[in-house]
């Protein structure tokens, strides 16, 4: 059974940056694709990222786009967000997730426990 783990989060400044990362036990990860969501207090979970088993596939909700990037590592079992220009507005607390290339959670059936990334303005 997979197992994800997140790190990387952290209390930063509007305009900076952090790297999220997810790292997955079991050799089956390989197999799945990869998705980052977030939620914020009062908030439903919300599609941030995917990354396709092989790395060749990604999306990004527009919000993040051309900030945030995603890859992954598959002879490390990694997957990374790389989040850039950071807002306020992308506080929440941040999780992987394994399973098929969707923006829908209901299509991931492995999740991390989260890693909170807070932004002050």
């Known amino acids: 059974q997979v197992q994800l783990v997140e790190s990387g989060g952290g209390l930063v400044q509007a305009g900076e940056s952090l790297r999220l990362s997810c790292a997955a036990s079991?050799?089956?990860?390989?197999?799945?694709?990869a998705g980052w969501f977030r939620q914020a207090p009062g908030r439903e979970r919300e599609f941030v990222s995917a990354?396709?088993?092989?790395?060749?596939?990604?999306n990004y909700r527009d919000s993040v786009k051309g900030r945030f990037t995603i890859s992954r590592d598959n002879a490390k079992n990694t997957v990374y967000l790389q989040m850039n220009s950071l807002k306020p507005e992308d506080t929440a607390v941040y999780y992987c997730?394994?399973?098929?290339?969707?923006?829908?959670?209901?299509?991931?059936?492995?999740w991390g426990q989260g890693t909170q990334v807070t932004v002050s303005s």
């Open positions: 997730a394994a399973g098929t290339f969707s923006i829908s959670p209901n299509e991931y059936g492995i």
């Open positions: 079991g050799r089956t990860f390989v197999t799945y694709a």
């Open positions: 990354i396709s088993w092989g790395g060749h596939s990604t």
